[in-house]
């Protein structure tokens, strides 16, 4: 490598906002020869024929004005992975971007759609201006954030947040489970103003853990003060329903929590399914890891507004235990059809690929590795689930079989790298720079994956956006409106624990 790229990777490391890192990096790409992979067009990881054919009418229509014809065309070709944009190959070469005619399609139907929002056309009133878009939406789908477990090292989803925010990348949808359910309804109770400062370390409130005197621990049969974590939940995230907190924010949250006794099944929590239970205890409930917490009752609100009981006799548990990631059900619920993921939990980051880079022999034979591991653990734990009376016991197997049946994957994956530093922390009240360092990791781990990201939820956004501006009533319905651009990120004021 020569002394060029020797130094971008130097200034890389030492960039502390995207467009540094980003600047650096696409030096980077230009001294390693990789921005000429860009400029080519042809490869066999994408059928790179028909996305500059589509790139060619769509612009010809638009540029001679054949308003019809291009609302014709794109309606019943606009959809998501066109001729396999998403392929992660596309984004395993250039540490910026991929290839510019991929760029060049997304900039290129994003511009369209917004002539054909903005413009005043006989042929295309307005009517047919909200099927259009409304019926192109749907059709296309949606992104969601999915941040999974991990107990303290789910710090990491702060700085994915705060990457995605800055460079308005956010989606709409954002699920959590446990760590990342915390990090999910902190975000998303905060209108755009208020997401000014959310992000930063000094407004937060981080202290989660208090060990219980012995005598509590016998007699709860946990080792942790749940009067602890609820503190500092209410200290984070405002007492809201899942109603209100989408009336807030426009942002869907959805918050998995897993049943404590049997014959129940996981439950995804949001505005849709459950719009009056309260944001507080359903984090609570999906944070309260067996052994360390206890099980959580679920509050509502009933039809004269008062705080009851939901369901009185059921309790729930750590939602990571047995829906960490709900991709399923956010696609049948919100129209989500791509995912990324904010990995942390600690028995799931060994198995990930963590660098776009490892999709050949070396990701490879994590996944074998992954599978072997999981196929021997899931036949000695059916082996137990039938020969162990003990009911806790099989309890205990049920939840252990749960965690591993599930998937952990996204379109695109963000995980923190694997360290001895990281399993030390994960039930740790961590210091100020510790805190700082589990951020900056996270933003750092999202840098790689932005272009990636902005490339494959543009055009959902752009398709969102120009139907705010069409239905105007939609936006009485929240008080969302359009974020600022470039934002940072404020929960609430530092206290001591």
Not at 106 to 126: K, M, Q, R, T
Not at 227 to 236: F, G, P, T
Request: with cysteine; aromatic share 8%; charged share 25%.
């Amino acid at each position: 490598m020569d002394s060029r790229a020797r130094e971008c990777r130097l200034a890389m490391r030492n960039a502390t906002d995207y467009a540094t890192w980003r600047e650096a990096a696409t030096d980077f790409d230009r001294a390693t020869g990789r921005e000429d992979w860009k400029q080519e067009e042809e490869s066999d990881q994408y059928d790179w024929k028909l996305v500059k054919n589509r790139l060619r009418q769509i612009r010809q229509l638009r540029q001679d004005g054949q308003v019809v014809k291009l609302v014709h065309h794109l309606r019943q070709g606009l959809y998501w992975n066109l001729g396999n944009l998403c392929n992660p190959a596309l984004y395993g070469n250039a540490l910026v971007g991929t290839k510019q005619l991929i760029h060049d399609y997304v900039a290129e139907v994003v511009i369209a759609l917004n002539y054909l929002s903005d413009g005043d056309f006989p042929e295309f009133d307005s009517a047919a201006k909200r099927r259009f878009f409304h019926d192109t939406a749907a059709s296309y789908g949606r992104s969601a954030l999915m941040l999974s477990g991990g107990a303290t090292l789910g710090l990491f989803h702060v700085g994915v947040v705060k990457a995605l925010v800055l460079e308005d990348l956010l989606p709409d949808v954002i699920s959590g489970s446990s760590a990342g359910s915390v990090v999910a309804s902190t975000v998303g109770t905060r209108t755009p103003d208020e997401l000014i400062d959310l992000l930063d370390p000094q407004n937060a409130y981080y202290h989660f853990w208090k060990p219980l005197g012995l005598r509590e621990m016998w007699q709860k049969g946990v080792l942790m003060d749940q009067r602890q974590i609820r503190k500092a939940i209410a200290s984070n995230i405002p007492d809201l329903t899942f109603e209100e907190s989408y009336q807030r924010s426009g942002k869907i949250i959805n918050i998995t929590v897993s049943p404590a006794g049997s014959n129940q099944s996981p439950r995804l929590l949001n505005y849709l399914t459950f719009p009056y239970l309260y944001l507080r205890e359903a984090v609570l409930a999906s944070s309260a890891v067996p052994f360390l917490f206890e099980p959580v009752l679920l509050m509502t609100r009933d039809e004269n507004g008062r705080r009851v009981p939901y369901m009185p006799s059921l309790r729930w548990t750590d939602g990571s235990l047995k829906s960490d990631l709900p991709g399923m059900r956010l696609r049948r619920l919100h129209n989500v059809n791509h995912f990324i993921v904010s990995q942390t939990n600690p028995h799931v980051i060994p198995f990930v690929r963590g660098s776009l880079e490892e999709q050949g022999l070396v990701g490879n034979l994590r996944d074998f590795g992954y599978s072997l591991v999981r196929g021997s653990a899931q036949y000695a734990i059916g082996v137990g689930r039938i020969s162990v009376p003990v009911q806790k016991v099989r309890h205990t197997l049920d939840y252990a079989s749960s965690i591993l049946d599930q998937d952990y994957r996204g379109n695109i994956m963000i995980v923190p790298k694997l360290t001895v530093w990281r399993y030390a922390n994960v039930t740790a009240n961590p210091r100020m720079d510790v805190i700082q360092r589990f951020i900056r990791e996270g933003e750092r781990a999202t840098w790689k994956r932005i272009e990636m990201v902005r490339n494959q939820l543009l055009i959902a956004q752009t398709l969102e956006r120009c139907l705010r501006r069409l239905e105007p009533q939609r936006l009485n319905k929240s008080v969302r409106g359009e974020a600022a651009k470039k934002p940072n990120l404020s929960v609430v004021r530092s206290k001591d624990a």
